[in-house]
């Protein structure tokens, strides 16, 4: 089963990889960039009984920092062979 | 417009990364991981007149490495203030 994970930043917290990023487009020349937030994207492919609950608790142990981050669980059915 | 940006690495391009999470994953118990690979999501808040195309060339130049690196642009309506 293929799972992925959305980890960005919670709205307020600085984000110095966005901002660098964000400087660096308009120094390619890119116009009307009003903001940039960069984030992770985990996917994971696990066993097809892993719960819900089994993700969420690698979310909040180890994947995402949830003092400054936000995670976001997507389940997507693995096609079958 | 808010506009996300999936950076995932090629399938068989070896993911450091996503190998380290993999084992820390089962030095803290968790079985039934099959396999993690680990991207970036991006995160743009650009002008509503923005096209696709120069989207597609933030990611060319800058946002992706195409030699490496796959990407899918998801465009999603900001919510009218």
Request: charged share 15%; no cysteine.
């Given at each position: 089963m293929k799972v992925r994970i959305h980890v960005s930043l919670k709205p307020g917290v600085l984000d110095p990889q966005g901002r660098a990023v964000h400087h660096a487009l308009e120094g390619l020349g890119?116009?009307?960039?009003?903001d940039v937030r960069v984030g992770r994207l985990i996917e994971l492919d696990v066993a097809?009984?892993?719960s819900e609950d089994d993700i969420a608790q690698m979310c909040e142990k180890?994947?995402?920092?949830t003092v400054i981050e936000n995670y976001r669980i997507e389940t997507t059915e693995a096609p079958k062979e």
């Open positions: 890119f116009t009307g960039v009003e097809d009984g892993t180890l994947l995402a920092n």
